[in-house]
Antibody, heavy 121, light 107 residues
Framework: EVQLVQSGPEVKKPGESLRISCKAS????????IAWVRQMPGKGLEWMGI????????RYSPSFQGQVTISADKSISTAFLQWSSLKASDTAMYYC??????????????WGQGTLVTVSS | DIQMTQSPSSLSASVGDRVTITCQAS??????LNWYQQKPGKPPTLLIY???NLETGVPSRFSGSGSGTHFTFTITSLRPEDIATYYC?????????FGQGTKLEIK
């Protein structure tokens, strides 16, 4: 059974660093892209970026380029989303999701449960 | 980047109603479009892929159509469990952005 299990909720202060994780199981982690999606309180879904764990090829949305770092460690089947200096505006739920590519179709088929990040002084 | 414009942003309908949501892409994306359902406190789930293909296990009252820049998502007979927010998402070229969502409520 495919599962993506994300790390627990975080409460941080502005300026602090943070890394959240997404541990995959039930499939070959290295061969599927993993996407990260932000959902700010009461708002919609925003595509942040995507990583291919096999070679760590990473593509960021322009809105998030330079604001976060996406990485993956295929030896432990885990993807990461990292901030070096959090802002209050980073308060959101963050989802990881597996990106399935089949013929000419593609979709996010399995999602993590989400990690709530709260940044407040 | 491709922008996805979804409408309406919210919708109130009665059980049994036919509900339609539209999604417009800022450029031609052929049929590279998915629809997701998100219930409160939960991650999204895939309903429709490639504009009109029903994901396995999704009830047949859900359907999608369209190509190019204009897409439609329909629930033929609304049920109480369909209360959720619905999102379109393209996958033509990165970043694979989402529409702003349509919050569906029961009247």
């Amino acid at each position: 059974e495919v599962q993506l299990v994300q790390s627990g909720p975080e409460v941080k202060k502005p300026g602090e660093s943070l890394r959240i994780s997404c541990k995959a199981s039930g499939y070959t982690f290295a061969t599927y892209w993993i996407a990260w999606v932000r959902q700010m309180p009461g708002k919609g879904l925003e595509w942040m970026g995507i990583i291919y764990p096999g070679d760590s090829d990473t593509r960021y949305s322009p809105s998030f380029q330079g604001q976060v770092t996406i990485s993956a460690d295929k030896s432990i089947s885990t993807a990461f989303l990292q901030w070096s200096s959090l802002k209050a505006s980073d308060t959101a739920m963050y989802y990881c999701a597996r990106f399935e590519n089949a013929h000419s179709s593609a979709w996010l088929d399995y999602w993590g449960q989400g990690t709530l990040v709260t940044v407040s002084s | 980047d491709i922008q996805m414009t979804q409408s309406p942003s919210s919708l109130s309908a009665s059980v049994g109603d036919r509900v339609t949501i539209t999604c417009q892409a800022s450029q031609d994306i052929t049929t590279f479009l998915n629809w997701y359902q998100q219930k409160p406190g939960k991650p999204p789930t895939l309903l429709i892929y490639d504009a009109s293909n029903l994901e396995t296990g999704v009830p047949s009252r859900f359907s999608g159509s369209g190509s190019g820049t204009h897409f439609t998502f329909t629930i033929t007979s609304l049920r109480p469990e369909d209360i959720a927010t619905y999102y379109c998402q393209h996958y033509d070229s990165l970043p694979y952005s989402f529409g702003q969502g349509t919050k569906l409520e029961i009247k």
